[in-house]
């Protein structure tokens, strides 16, 4: 189990390559904050706010981002296809930053998904 930071005010802070495995960020303000290359595997970052966050790189392997602000949230070179639910996160923002290969794979997984309902 990792550190225990729900609720905490980490906005803007400069948390890059931290290792933050399992550390519970539930509702966390992380809002502009550094987490470039950062170890967030497996953490809890439930209700958390990432508004224009930098996540370029960082690891988050079965990390939960249920119900987190992604707005603006910068997820280029990051591997979102490890992250449970990711294509919900990702679909309820608009301006979420993907690179180009990331938005298409996300638009057919959506497109999969879709279609999984109507069938």
């Known amino acids: ?3 225990d930071l729900g609720g905490a005010y980490l906005g803007g802070a400069d948390l890059r390559g931290a290792k933050l495995i399992g550390a ?13 290359g950062a170890d967030l595997r497996g953490a809890k970052l439930g209700g958390a706010d990432l508004t224009d966050a930098d996540l ?7 990390a939960d981002l249920t119900g987190a602000d992604l707005t603006g949230a910068n997820f280029l070179m990051t591997n979102l296809w490890t992250i449970p639910n990711i294509k919900n996160e990702v679909n ?6 993907l690179d ?3 938005r298409n794979i996300l ?3 959506l497109q999969l998904q879709d279609k ?3 069938s």
């Open 116 to 118: 999984n309902k109507t």
């Open 56 to 62: 370029t790189g960082a690891d988050l392997t079965d």
């Open 100 to 102: 180009k290969n990331q």
């Open 24 to 36: 519970d960020l539930t509702k966390a303000d992380l809002g502009g904050a550094y987490l470039g």
């Open 1 to 3: 189990m990792g550190a």
């Open 107 to 109: 638009t057919k997984c």
């Open 92 to 97: 309820t923002v608009t301006k979420v930053k």
